[in-house]
DNA sequence: CTGTATCCATTAGGATACTG
DNA sequence: CAGTATCCTAATGGATACAG
């Protein structure tokens, strides 16, 4: 029973589809880092941005208005001056925390084999190039 | 012990991260899908581009290669004519294939949440619009 | 401090045509 | 069938300047 004709876990591919929304927005470069930092902590603007290294101040906001937006990341303003605002996880956030953690894991469980992985395979390249150019 | 100062699970989030760098290309618009594709079945070229609703045939080949170069996927050809090309989740891929799943599942599970706070959102910023212009 | 607005370079990615 | 190569457009995202 490895693959049956009609297979029962197959979802919905189309190009339309929510899921494949929702990925697109969550699996992004920036917003997979925000998530995993805001676990249980609550971050200003300033400490993300320090945090993660290499975002700029513009993409730092569109990120956090998506997953503000998304229900995912709350934003409190307090009217103070200067101002300060902070950003928690909202509980769904903290449902999706999880799988998002398990992915960290598993790409740090793994990177050793795929930078092997890798190595091997630009090798191989390389000496099929090699083959044809004598 | 919500959050102590030292902060145990903290991750490396500087850019020249392997973790980042893999995360990256895991997490992209089409190596999800096809990886959720896979699943226990191989599939050839053209068969996961039907699947795969509004792939080119370029990003297609991309995505296949990066994901073979990390050894995630297996590219099977078979030399005959018309050539068949197959392709299969290697055992490192079927690993991530189940974090990739729980982050669909999740996705599955709360679109409906997402989908709410989104109009929630919208609604709240045109009122907020329509309070600026009088 | 926490943004918004503008401009601009880079990259991703689609369309098309051609090949083994 | 399963690609590769080329061209070209659209989107991403950085730098900078400015505002509340």
Redesign the pocket.
């Known amino acids: 029973m490895d693959h049956g004709d009609a297979d029962p876990f197959q979802w919905d591919t189309r190009e339309d589809c929510q899921v494949r929304q929702i990925l697109d927005r969550i699996a992004?470069?920036?917003s997979l880092l925000v998530i995993a930092l805001l676990e249980n902590r609550r971050l200003?603007?300033?400490?993300l941005?320090r945090e993660i290294d290499?975002?700029?101040?513009?993409?730092l906001?569109?990120t956090?208005?998506s997953l503000e937006r998304d229900g995912l990341v709350n934003?409190t303003?307090h009217p103070v001056v200067?101002?300060?605002?902070?950003?928690e996880l909202t509980s769904l956030g903290r449902t999706l925390h999880a799988t998002i953690q398990s992915l960290v894991t598993w790409t740090e469980a793994h990177q050793e084999e795929i930078a092997q992985a890798r190595t091997a395979y630009d090798t191989r390249a390389a000496e099929a190039a090699e083959a044809t150019t004598p």
């Open positions: 992004d470069k920036w200003r603007f300033t400490e941005r290499g975002v700029s101040q513009r993409m906001t569109v956090l208005r934003r303003v200067p101002p300060r605002v902070e950003y």
